[in-house]
């Protein structure tokens, strides 16, 4: 409370009270005590002029047996504990040091209940004067625990200062919210600090978890603005595609259904990235975030804890917290695009054949060559044709140079700008804290005319009722509106398609008016193929909007029956409310007649839960804790869509407008599980830990209509930590050194209902029906996954280094799948446990500081995980899973091999392996599918570093990943159509590709036929068809962020009146390293609910963004 | 706390039974439009009604991947599926109407099915809820199709025997509207279809059994005696009941392929007001384009389909009047049928092109090569019979390709680009997955086959 209410009195010799009275006249604080107290109270005098009112009692107390406190503008004066004696004062002199003799300077010296104080100079010496021979000293410096040293009337003191090894006893949320040393645990954790989710901000915050985690997985929708993103912890282990990890916000489970979509390639609908419930929390509410990687961490989660958990805990008011609790935070992010294809601007538009004359419609030069989405034309040589004329939107009337538009792609785009304001007040005393945020986030993104707002209110309140019952509950609502948001895929409604169909010779102006003069709303210009829809009438009228509310919060009562037992009881929801629209305009290709469509999409998970925990006190050297839980919870999801495939009047978007009659689809899924679950805690001594868990899930996934016999399921874990450097002595480098060892079994049902169930479909006929196309298995039963998993956890010197390595070893059986079966059985797939996957790998991940000075600081940190999967066997009848298909080829799972595998055709070869050409001189592709590599990648590594030297700090974060494969389809449709820079040798003498022909008695000899015509000579070799020369590595090496702060020093801060300020600039991926053809070799791709790897099918530009950052508390 | 668990986790999105005329319309709506594209991508290309313009895409070279097998497959025993569960409820409910729909149904479609690969699964087929079959073993092609004949006559048996369906349920029947006498006269030309497929083999009797339906005992086999009977899906202009191109952009219709010469010359020569429904001009004149070319030199496009074709009623086909005549006039030239073959030869010609609304011009069957000419020989008639039955088969699933196979009519050219050897594809490979899902039985049909491999005749074509 330094609140600056001014004082002015003057008194002379005078009582206390009336002092008092005065001063809470000025101040408006209340003065609280008891009349004896000030019985023996000295008189005053006092003579003050605009002072603060901590200075105004200070002179009043000085010399007088009293204290006083100030909480809530009350201010309490109590006799002092200790009654001043009038022990002799000395002087004292001393040193402080670290454990190895070097002086500490700086550090700080207190004489215990006073004022009196100093810090150490440049020997680290110090000299306190007046200090009673009975005081005690308090002697802190950051980085080191704080000591308190008892005089017992020695004058000269050398103190030793340990350093503080905070991530020793550092206190982590793990599984259900349950609070524990780090050092107790048996399995790997990777805490994440809220501020470093800050570090480089972007649209979707988990963007920032890239590279801090070992063996966590991010693929990447780059859908758009808002930016989906599927988190997988230690690699892929669920044939079905649901690997994602869980999201815990504050105790709920918060959904990660990203979206209802359709296939991304040439799909008769073209998927939106609406974004979901995970990437919509606004990062500057998180306060931590603890990542539970194995199942050893997340048993207790259950059935969907097997993939790992990200445990969010968001900021709460502090209690005493100094200031007004008033912060600002303010971030301005600008993104452009990093890396395009390399794209060739030599050759114009021509078809096949077309290489010898241009001509925009029929002309006396000849045919017309203006329809084809291919550069096989004419040499921009300075020559003149018949072209486009912008101003009558047809030819022109006179020849114009023939000339090419470099940036014509470029220039379509824009720069990104995210505007964040986030401002939060917080404050709290011994029994209440609360903390309110308000935050607001207006994005446009790369793709004119898309983005979003998005404003976000989060709420933290806690309450002690009384010395037993705390009464608590965070909310986060948030409220995100969109008018447009891209479609994503290849198709002519995407941005991309259009983009891939540009020709070289275009002019990006010429399609900024979209609508033919006279027939706005009725006929859009597209100068060239009629076939592709005007990429800005795509991006102004062809809208995707979404309107998002979501509330995820929970209230929690806890109860302390005594220091021993208490019970939490909790509440919580995550519940969010959509509306999406889609609307085409008259003369789109795909919706002729327009379009106009709906979603309502509501989402509900409520969770009830309580934990009993009990805490023995038996003796020092051994201690327990035992927990006893139960949950009960329900999942609904309810989607109505309307759809109008034909409108009757142009740009009239209501369902009153349906030429045809309006259908609405309407679908609905429900789920509950109820759970009990127990765990007991046992240490001993602060060196060996043993945790126990059971948990007991009770799941209507796995019930039917008419019987429960399955739904219930146990499964338990077992954690061990042995803090060896507690046990024995080591050698004196070593500080601290961990074992641990885990084993952990969770059953699962899954999250899709009614699969227990044969149940004929709805069709779209009238009173129509069909059978489903599974089989359903009315004797489902859960999965199990059983890990094994141990590591070690090491610091050196003076923990200025610590490595932590984790190994395991999952078996996920009895997976609940749609196995393919024959169609001749008369159905698809079956509902069947089947498969036994494994998974087997390492993480490490190191920690140094090289340099620690008081002024300079250099931390390094570094990743490093590896995962090896395999296929251990599948249902009984099939030996291969395909998991997913992308335009050509597919992604499977055979048995022996490892998941993620692509298959497709090839080029045929020669048994030394070379490319063999048939008699025209075109390359040959095989008939049969071979494999040609793993989209999952081999290893992920990242590096980083952070330098702080007086009120700087650099940052810097590299990550990248080795040994995966993709599919690029903008790839495939840029060298067919003759647009890439590789396709410009033969033009146009043809070519000899490098290679074998074969001879009539099967003998192989170099290639030596010419291949004249150059647009099949590529399109045989890169057509989508030939899956292997379309496949690439997806290596990659990326500068992930990189920062700078200044933070104001306390005397600047001290004059501007705040506690804390800070600027800050930094970027976002700002460099890369990759050979991937098109623009970004760490996607996904959207599809049905689900974010694919594999297969990149028209992908937008990824970006590489600034920003600053300025945020002040007071 | 579990007790409401099997009402949670009960389905809100189907219904747990049904009757069977709620099965019939949509099952028949998609063996159709999956037919339809399946006669855009494999017989029109095969067929040279057009020629693809991608160079990539080999079928007109009778290049024919693994890969294209899957659909066909994948989709008609799905449909069988609820053709035979519409069997099944009918049977439980004693109608004979609903069970003699869905035997023809069944038999349609499950004589595509061997009619394509040849030894299929079929009497353990679709069997995989009731039975647990999931691995069906394949039968022969000819004991295939002697159940498919006794399938034939029981529904010739129970239509017989049909009542009238009530005006309420009329419409949940698409084909006919409710009209039982028409479903009857459907079963039997489908028997006759089916009859002349296998009528090169001795085994079944065919020739003798085609006599008999025709001549000897046609009051108890009605069969079609006008357009009106035809058994064609009529798409209508809204959804649901759409073609399969309905939402195709007008450029995935028809802009990646150009009308075969083949298939062009043809009409030209005879003036066939069907043109103009068919093909776009080019120049001012229909002109097709060459099938079977080279790798690399790909010809530019000229008449291409018409738009108008995406949602063309007449395109959901499955046999109409014309081909009956066809049929007939090939039985009258190998003497099974006592009608004379002129006689149905020029009623199909009338038939096929009336049905498209059009008058047969007054030359056209008097001065032009589609003349009937009493002198030729036997081939020559058949050859004239199957040139006009293949334009009565337009879009007809796979039709022309297994009549081609069957009689080498109508006489293709042969492109200089062909592979294969130049021979047409005589079936299609079983679907790669099969070999698989059904390992055991796969392997034991290839070798009871002679081999999976495009040009091992099947059982009526050896």
């Known amino acids: 409370a330094s609140f600056a209410q001014k004082i002015t009195i003057s008194r002379k010799n005078t009582a206390l009270q009336p002092v008092f009275n005065e001063i809470a006249k000025q101040s408006g604080y209340d003065f609280f005590y008891d009349a004896h107290t000030l019985k023996d109270a000295k008189r005053i005098s006092i003579d003050v002029r605009g002072v603060s009112i901590n200075e105004a009692l200070e002179i009043c107390m000085e010399g007088q047996a009293l204290s006083y406190t100030i909480e809530n503008k009350v201010v309490v004066v109590r006799k002092r504990e200790i009654p001043a004696k009038s ?162 916000i504050d105790g709920v489970i918060v959904s990660s259904k990203i979206t209802e979509g359709n296939g991304a390639y040439l799909g008769s609908e073209s998927p939106v990235d609406f974004g979901n419930g995970i990437s919509d929390l606004n990062p500057e509410d998180i306060d931590n975030i603890t990542v539970l990687k194995g199942p050893g961490a997340s048993a207790l989660y259950g059935y969907r804890g097997a993939n790992g958990a990200i445990i969010i805990t968001t900021k709460s008011g502090k209690p005493m917290q100094k200031g007004l609790g008033i912060s600002f935070n303010s971030n301005a992010t600008l993104a452009t695009i990093n890396r395009w294809p390399d794209y060739q601007y030599e050759y114009g538009q021509g078809a096949a054949g077309q290489d010898t004359w241009y001509s925009y419609l029929a002309t006396e030069d000849g045919a017309s060559t203006r ?40 220039d379509f785009f824009e720069t990104a700008a995210t505007f964040t304001n986030s401002l939060s007040i917080s404050g709290g005393n011994a029994k209440t804290n609360a903390r309110l945020n308000f935050t607001n986030l207006k994005n446009t993104w790369i793709v004119p005319n898309t983005g979003y707002d998005r404003n976000t209110i989060a709420l933290s309140v806690s309450q002690k009722v009384s010395d037993k019952l705390t009464i608590a509950s965070k909310l986060n609502f948030n409220n995100k509106y969109s008018k447009n948001l891209p479609s994503t895929g290849y198709n002519n409604q995407t941005i991309m398609y259009s983009m891939i169909s540009l020709v070289p010779n275009a002019d990006i102006n010429w399609y900024k008016n979209y609508w033919v003069p006279g027939s706005e709303g009725i006929t859009q210009i597209s100068p060239f193929s009629s076939n592709v829809d005007n990429p800005y009438l795509q991006a102004y009228e062809m809208l995707n909007g979404s309107r998002r509310n979501q509330l995820v919060g929970n209230v929690t009562a806890t109860y302390d029956f005594t220091k021993e037992l208490s019970l939490m009881i909790r509440s919580s929801m995550d519940w969010s409310g959509e509306a999406r629209s889609q609307q085409r305009p008259k003369d789109t290709e795909r919706f002729k007649d327009g379009m106009y469509r709906t979603q309502d999409i509501f989402q509900q998970e409520v969770n009830s839960d309580f934990l009993l925990t009990y805490k023995p006190e038996i003796n020092k050297s051994f201690d327990a804790n035992f927990s006893f839980g139960g949950s009960a919870m329900k999942n609904n999801y309810k989607m109505v869509e309307m ?166 070893h999952s078996n996920v059986r009895d997976q609940i799948l749609r196995t393919p079966i024959d169609r001749a059985s008369g159905w698809s797939s079956i509902i069947l446990n089947s498969g036994l996957v494994r998974n087997q790998g390492v993480e490490a991940q190191i920690n140094g500081v090289p340099v620690k000075t008081k002024s300079f600081t250099w931390n390094v940190f570094g990743t490093f995980a590896a995962n090896r999967n395999t296929v251990v066997s599948l249902a009984d009848s099939i030996n291969t899973y395909i998991m997913q298909s992308g335009p050509r080829g597919t992604m499977e799972a055979r048995v022996g091999k490892r998941m993620g595998d692509l298959y497709g055709l090839g080029y045929q070869r020669s048994p030394d392996g070379q490319i063999v050409y048939n008699s025209q001189g075109y390359p040959v592709l095989t008939q049969e599918t071979m494999y040609l590599g793993r989209a999952t990648p081999d290893f992920t590594a990242s590096f980083g570093s952070d330098f702080r030297y007086r009120q700087f700090r650099a940052k810097f974060l590299i990550d990248g990943q ?111 390293i990759s050979g991937w053809p098109a623009f970004d070799p760490e996607f996904g791709t959207l599809g049905s609910s689900d974010i694919q790897r594999g297969f990149e099918i028209g992908q937008f530009p990824s970006t590489r963004s600034f920003g600053l950052n300025l945020s002040f508390s007071f | 706390c579990t007790k409401e668990f099997k ?106 099915i061997t009619d394509t690969y040849g030894d299929v699964p079929y009497s353990q087929a679709n069997q995989g809820k009731e039975q647990g079959i999931l691995q069906p073993k394949f039968d022969s092609q000819q004991s295939i199709y002697a159940s498919l004949f006794s399938k034939l006559e029981e529904a010739n048996t129970r239509l017989k025997a049909a009542t009238e369906i009530p005006d309420a349920e009329k419409g949940l029947e698409p084909l006919y509207n409710g009209d039982m ?138 046999m109409n009047y014309a081909e009956l005549q066809f049929i007939l006039a090939e039985a009258s030239v190998r003497g099974l049928v006592s009608g004379t073959a002129q006689t149905y030869y020029e009623n199909g010609v009338k038939a096929a092109i009336t049905m498209w609304g059009y008058t047969v011009p007054s030359d056209y069957l008097t001065a032009t090569t589609a003349k009937w000419d009493p002198t030729n020989n036997a081939y020559q008639m058949t050859e004239k019979i199957m040139l006009q039955k293949y334009y009565a088969l337009f879009f007809t699933d796979f039709q022309q390709w297994f009549e081609y196979r069957r009689t080498g009519f109508p006489i293709l050219p042969k492109g200089e680009g062909l592979q294969n050897g130049g021979q047409m594809p005589s079936r299609l490979k079983y679907p790669v997955n099969v070999q698989s899902l059904n390992s055991a039985n796969y392997k034991e049909a290839v070798a009871n086959m002679g081999g999976d491999d495009l040009n091992v005749k099947v059982w009526w074509n050896k």
């Open chain 2, 181 to 318: 006498v028409k479903w009857r006269k459907f079963g039997n030309s489908l028997y006759l279809r089916l009859l002349m497929r296998v009528s090169g083999r001795t085994e079944l009797n065919a020739a003798a059994k085609i006599t008999e339906i025709v001549d000897t005992r046609k009051a108890d086999y009605p069969i079609f005696t006008s357009n009106d009977d035809s058994a064609i899906l009529r798409f209508q202009s809204t959804p649901p009941l759409v073609s399969e191109f309905y939402n195709y952009r007008d450029l995935d219709f028809n802009s990646g392929s150009g009308l075969g010469e083949f298939f062009i010359n043809n009409l030209n020569n005879w003036e066939d007001p069907r043109l103009e429904k068919w093909a776009t001009k080019f120049e001012n004149s229909y002109q097709g384009i060459k099938s079977g070319y080279p790798v690399g030199q790909v010809p530019a496009v000229k008449s291409r389909y018409s738009i108008s074709l995406k949602n063309e009623p007449l395109l959901g086909n499955i």
């Open chain 1, 371 to 410: 329809s084809t989405g291919s550069a096989w034309g004419v040499k921009f040589d300075g020559q003149e044709y018949y072209q486009y004329d912008p101003a009558t939107n047809t030819r022109g009337t006179e020849r114009t140079p023939w000339i090419p538009y470099k940036n014509n792609r470029k």
């Open chain 1, 87 to 248: 022990l002799a004062a000395l002087t004292i002199r001393g040193t402080v040091a670290d454990e190895s003799g070097q002086p500490l300077i700086g550090a700080s010296v207190v004489v215990k209940n006073t004022k009196n104080a100093v810090v150490t100079n440049a020997k680290g010496d110090f000299e306190l004067k007046n200090v009673a021979e009975d005081a005690t000293l308090i002697v802190s410096y950051t980085g080191y625990l704080s000591q308190e040293v008892p005089l017992n009337n020695k004058n000269n003191i050398r103190v030793i200062l340990k350093e503080d090894n905070q991530a020793l006893n550092e206190v982590v949320v793990t599984a259900l919210g349950i609070k524990r040393e780090e050092k107790a645990l048996g399995y790997a954790i990777t805490k994440v600090k809220g501020e470093d989710l800050m570090d480089a901000v972007s649209n979707n915050w988990t963007d920032a978890l890239s590279g801090k985690i070992a063996g966590l997985n991010m693929i990447k929708s780059g859908g758009g603005p808002a930016g989906s993103n599927k988190i997988i912890l230690r690699g892929e282990s669920s044939l079905s595609g649901d690997n994602s990890a869980l999201v815990v």
């Open chain 2, 7 to 112: 009402e949670i986790n009960t389905s809100k999105n189907g219904v747990k039974n049904t009757t069977p005329e709620t099965l019939l319309t949509s099952a028949l709506h998609d063996v159709i439009t999956r037919n339809l594209n399946r006669a855009m991508r494999l017989t029109n290309e095969l067929m040279q009604v057009h020629v693809t313009t991608s160079d990539a895409d080999e079928i007109h070279r009778y290049v024919i991947r693994p890969l294209e097998s899957d659909y066909m497959w994948n989709n008609w025993y799905l449909q069988l599926t609820n053709f035979k569960d519409m069997y099944k409820g009918a049977s439980v409910i004693k109608s004979n109407n609903y069970m003699g729909i869905a035997l023809i149904m069944d038999v349609w479609v499950s004589s595509l």
């Open chain 1, 643 to 808: 759809r109008a495939d034909r409108l009757r009047y142009p740009q009239i978007f209501t369902f009153a407008n349906s030429k045809d009659l309006v259908i609405p689809i309407s679908r609905r899924s429900d789920y509950a599980v109820n759970s009990l679950y127990g765990l007991a805690q046992f240490g001993y001594k602060d060196k060996l830990y043993l945790d126990f868990t059971l948990r007991n899930d009770w799941s209507s996934l796995l019930a039917t209509s008419n019987s429960i016999e399955n739904v219930s399921f146990m499964y338990p874990s077992v954690n061990l930590s042995a803090v060896l450097s507690e046990v024995f002595t080591l050698p004196s480098q070593v500080s601290f050194l961990k074992l641990r060892a885990s084993f952990a079994e969770v059953g699962g049902s899954g999250v899709t209902p009614y699969l227990t169930g044969y149940d004929y479909n709805p069709t779209e006929f009238p009173s129509g029906a069909a059978n489903p196309v599974a089989i359903a298995n009315g004797n489902l039963k859960p999965e199990r996954s059983r890990t094994l998993e141990t590591g070690i956890d090491a610091r050196f010197f003076k923990s200025r280094l610590g490595i932590d390595f984790s190994f395991y």
């Open chain 1, 962 to 1072: 080795y040994g995966a494969v993709a599919y690029s389809h903008s790839h495939v449709a840029l060298a067919i159509a003759g647009k890439l820079k590789k396709t410009l040798p033969g033009r146009y003498n043809g070519i000899i590709g490098n290679g074998v022909q074969q001879n009539a008695d099967g003998s192989y000899r170099p290639n030596d036929v010419i291949a004249t015509n150059i647009s099949a000579y590529y399109n045989e070799h890169f057509k989508g068809d030939n899956v292997e020369a379309n496949v690439f590595s997806t290596d990659y090496i990326k500068l992930r962020e990189a920062r700078v702060d200044y933070v104001l020093p306390a005397k600047m801060l001290k004059r501007l009146g705040l506690q804390t300020a800070m600027i800050g600039v930094y970027g976002r991926d700002l460099f890369m």
